[in-house]
């Protein structure tokens, strides 16, 4: 079997995750593709394949270069997709010899997926191009690498006079929601290093990402009648607003980009009597970082001496670092020796932050060192999400390269 046909297989199975639950993982449907990943890993002959109570898939693929590579490589996809568009009834509909123009996902519709607003596609001229029908996302994020990682692991499997040096596998659940590595089992995925490969287009290469928390504000109100409401009421929403105009305008996800960090307000419900409002805080550097996680918690205090004590609370919580900090001193080999698989293929490495995270950004502060390789996906989380095939074959070509190198 072939990635695409792998990648049309996972992406028609429903795994997408839910926010703010307690159980793990979020949802049980992320098992469903979990015991297909276990079944095929069995049927394909890895050894010590284990799918655990948690969802977690774990493989490996013993070396057969005579122990010239002792460094066992891992590599991990997250089987989860973004609750923030339906993952359900996928119908992924494919685009031979790409030219160019307006891609209809849904004739019936009017759904098109446009080079003049999503102008990077233009790059794929003549190429392969994946779409699901335009009522819901696609799936690439993750499943591009999911599929990526097992055809890797069907071509060592079925040609064992390859040499390479040991190989580790894991998928995880829960990613999307931030939870991918809560309950990873080290020792099973046995990995000494590792790359996520959950980037987006052809190239992509990142160690850095952002250092991220994640805050919310409660904000406790006084309801009274508003026509006897003069100097009694205390509107939690209106209070809860003007926290936000107190954050810097500027930094906002929609205005800022690169390094530039910010506040974004994802979400505010409530009432007058109480309001809640939802932030992920992110910044490249840990200075800057703290000085946001203090300037948040500033406003509060400023608030409460406008408003009385207690009124506002602003709850904040790390979510992960910049694995920047873990990689630059003596694991950047990984970034090279990815950055010269790509090469050799004719691809031009783009080493860039992620403006985001990976579950490889906790893992290296786990201890295992874990950069971030391209998948081929584009558009990730939304109805217009994409994906090019020959990207997802250089992938491939790319593992298999990273397994076979003889440097230590």
Do not use: W
């Not at 792998?6 to 795994?15: H, Q, S």
């Not at 926290?243 to 205005?255: F, H």
């Not at 948040?296 to 920047?324: C, F, H, P, Q, W």
């Amino acid at each position: 079997m072939n990635v695409l046909d792998r990648f049309l297989n996972y992406v028609r199975v429903d795994t997408q995750s839910a926010e703010d639950r307690e159980e793990f993982p979020s949802t049980e449907k992320q098992k469903v593709l979990g015991r297909m990943l276990r079944d095929e890993l069995m049927l394909l002959g890895a050894s010590d394949v284990v799918m655990d109570g948690n969802g977690y898939v774990y493989a490996k693929i013993p070396a057969t270069d005579g122990g010239k590579q002792k460094r066992v490589l891992g590599f991990l996809s997250h089987m989860d997709t973004s609750p923030d568009a339906s993952g359900a009834g996928v119908k992924p509909q494919i685009t031979y010899d790409y030219d160019g123009g307006d891609i209809v996902l849904n004739r019936e519709k009017k759904i098109v997926l446009s080079p003049e607003e999503y102008p990077e596609i233009r790059n794929y001229v003549g190429k392969t191009i994946v779409t699901s029908d335009g009522t819901t996302l696609l799936g690439a994020d993750d499943k591009a690498g999911v599929s990526e990682i097992m055809t890797m692991a069907d071509y060592f499997l079925s040609h064992p006079e390859v040499e390479h040096g040991p190989i580790a596998i894991a998928f995880t659940p829960d990613e999307e929601v931030g939870r991918g590595v809560d309950f990873i089992d080290l020792k099973q995925f046995g990995a000494d290093v590792a790359y996520t490969v959950d980037g987006g287009g052809l190239g992509e290469l990142e160690y850095e990402n952002f250092n991220a928390a994640a805050m919310t504000v409660i904000v406790h109100g006084i309801n009274v009648h508003p026509g006897e409401a003069k100097n009694k009421m205390r509107n939690a929403l209106r209070i809860g607003m003007e926290y936000d105009a107190m954050l810097p305008g500027e930094e906002r996800p929609e205005k800022t980009e690169g390094y530039e960090g910010f506040f974004h307000l994802m979400h505010i419900k409530g009432d007058v009597e109480e309001a809640r409002l939802t932030y992920i805080i992110r910044d490249h550097d840990r200075k800057r970082f703290e000085e946001r996680k203090e300037l948040a918690a500033r406003v509060a205090a400023g608030l409460n001496e406008r408003y009385g004590a207690g009124t506002v609370e602003a709850l904040i919580k790390d979510s992960y670092y910049n694995m920047k900090e873990k990689i630059e001193p003596d694991y950047l080999f990984l970034v090279e020796d990815a950055a010269r698989e790509m090469e050799k293929l004719g691809v031009k490495p783009l080493i860039r932050p992620i403006r985001g995270g990976t579950d490889g950004a906790r893992l290296s502060f786990m201890g295992v060192p874990c950069p971030n390789l391209f998948t081929g996906g584009h558009n990730f989380h939304g109805r217009f999400e994409y994906c090019v095939v020959e990207s997802m074959e250089k992938v491939v070509q790319i593992l298999i390269g990273l397994c076979t190198s003889k440097s230590e």
